[in-house]
């Protein structure tokens, strides 16, 4: 998957969590900050990104570092991807 696809995913993602439409994130939108997620958004989020790019995530590795911004959150999703020819 290349990155831009990933951030449209992401940027999806949150606007189904949030309810809102959510569009023309940079790589330095800061996730609690700026969009002011918490907790319980992030998981919502990451099922819905499960759903819909077919990664697998396991609670027992996230780290919050991986949800400072949008950019640490591509790199975290592309990160979980199965690799290719499986």
Do not use: C, K
């Not at 951030?7 to 949150?14: N, R």
């Not at 790589?27 to 990104?49: I, K, N, P, Q, W």
């Not at 077919?54 to 592309?78: C, K, Q």
């Amino acid at each position: 998957m290349e990155r831009h696809t990933a951030v449209v995913a992401i940027e999806t993602a949150l606007s189904e969590v949030l309810e809102r439409p959510v569009s023309g994130l940079t790589e330095g939108t800061r996730l609690f900050d700026d969009l002011h997620l918490d907790s319980t958004s992030v998981l919502e989020m990451l099922m819905a990104l499960e759903d819909a790019i077919d990664i697998s995530v396991d609670p027992e590795n996230l780290d919050m570092e991986d949800f400072a911004s949008v950019g640490s959150l591509t790199d975290y999703v592309l990160s979980q991807q199965a690799p290719s020819g499986v």
